[in-house]
């Protein structure tokens, strides 16, 4: 019997390999066949989730400022308060008075913003609204006067301009009249959406205080419960890329925040000086787009740039320019200053992942394809370096360059100039 078993036993192996690949490709078949099914129960799941979530990206941001503050502040006061207490050191309330510090400059910072952005945006907004049927005006006579001397593409202008007019009034009554109470649900949507936000928001806070007040506690017991999952060889190397993870996304947002703000408080500046139409509406959206790396500044350009091209085409003229030399500005001095090599990756490679997350994520993707990329990168490189470390192979990339082959005795580099000179 036994000699039966290890004569078939290939056989035998044969067939459970065949089994489970069957069974893998069954599964996979039924997971591809209920994947909206599966995606829409991930997207009720982090719905549920959200402010948990909202309280770990609030902690995560937060979390350097608390040390920070916790290190150079109320640790020294702890200590001086508690000097004569044996059994208490002072350490709780140090660390919950950093937390506290640290959750309260968040808030004044987000009301600070909302108190200063928010009406001005309301404004200008009404005011664009308001003014629609003058600047429609203004677009028309601009026609006119371009056009004066050529009256066949003058009449060619004026007509699709009636035919944008009569469009609008067309949508206005067979299209939004009509579908008045979807508007309505539109709108009770918005609110509840807004309301939503504010709800997450304000959980994620609270969250985010406990997270922080035991960010020792949740990290001991994240390395306690790694240690007791993998090999400690493996456990060191999930450790060290989850800092180099967290270094690159860290250096990533903060120095886009940093230089967005720079941006956005220039390009305010130039605005009022010149006495732009909309300063502060134009100088938030160029500052947020700005975090997109590369395409941030263009993005921005084009909504502000139409905004104001319909109070004046010669304004929108100056702001292009001043858009286009803010970007040079930005792109070869602040952001090198801010950001400096920290990334390690070429443009080219910023530029694939900004395509890539766009096209896959949206204004996320943009947003945050790059250091994700980055990170990627990074892993993929450090192994072909072990790898050609293992193979006794150079890593450096200046070696490659003009190869012609490596000497399999040596491992060596031939370089094709030094094969010609031979």
Avoid at 189 to 207: C, D, E, P
Avoid at 220 to 238: D, M, Q, V
Avoid at 377 to 390: E, F, Q
Avoid at 406 to 418: A, F, Q, S, W
């Amino acid at each position: 019997m036994r000699r039966f078993i290890k004569g078939d036993r290939k056989y035998l192996n044969w067939g459970i390999t065949a089994f489970v690949v069957i069974a893998f490709s069954i599964l996979f078949y039924m997971a591809l066949a209920y994947l909206p099914s599966l995606g829409k129960a991930l997207s009720d799941l982090v719905s549920i989730l959200a402010p948990f979530i909202w309280g770990l990206v609030i902690s995560y941001i937060l979390l350097p400022m608390m040390h920070a503050i916790e290190k150079h502040a109320f640790i020294p006061l702890s200590r001086k308060l508690y000097s004569k207490n044996k059994k208490n050191d002072g350490s709780g309330l140090a660390r919950g008075m950093s937390v506290m510090a640290a959750e309260i400059i968040f808030l004044v910072i987000l009301a600070a913003l909302v108190w200063l952005i928010i009406p001005q945006l309301y404004y200008s907004i009404e005011t664009m609204v308001k003014n629609s049927g003058e600047y429609m005006d203004k677009a028309e006579n601009w026609v006119l006067n371009i056009f004066n001397n050529n009256p066949t593409v003058e009449t060619y202008a004026l007509q699709a301009i009636d035919s944008l007019e009569d469009g609008a009034l067309s949508w206005l009554q067979t299209k939004l009249l009509p579908q008045f109470g979807n508007v309505i649900s539109n709108v009770y949507a918005g609110v509840y959406s807004v309301f939503r936000v504010l709800y997450n928001l304000i959980i994620g806070i609270i969250v985010s205080v406990y997270i922080m007040a035991k960010s020792d506690a949740f990290t001991a017991g994240c390395k306690k419960l790694l240690y007791c999952i993998f090999t400690i060889e493996a456990a060191e190397k999930i450790r060290y890329a989850v800092r180099e993870i967290d270094r690159t996304f860290m250096t990533f947002i903060s120095s886009n925040l940093y230089d967005a703000a720079i941006v956005g408080v220039l390009c305010y500046i130039f605005c009022v000086i010149v006495n732009m139409p909309y300063a502060l509406l134009v100088s938030v959206i160029v500052g947020i787009t700005n975090m997109i790396p590369f395409f941030g500044p263009l993005i921005g350009a084009v909504p502000s740039g139409l905004i104001i091209l319909f109070v004046s085409p010669i304004k929108c003229l100056i702001f292009i320019i001043f858009i286009i030399v803010l970007q040079q500005f930005d792109g070869n001095l602040i952001k090198p200053k801010i950001l400096g090599n920290s990334l390690g990756i070429g443009g080219f490679w910023v530029m694939f992942a900004i395509i890539l997350g766009g096209g896959l994520f949206g204004f996320w993707g943009m947003l945050l394809g790059v250091p994700v990329f980055t990170v990627i990168y990074t892993w993929i490189n450090n192994s072909v370096n072990k790898k050609l470390k293992r193979s006794a192979l150079p890593t450096d990339m200046e070696e490659y360059k003009d190869l012609d082959r490596i000497d399999p005795v040596t491992r060596e580099p031939v370089k094709k100039r030094e094969e010609g000179k031979d």
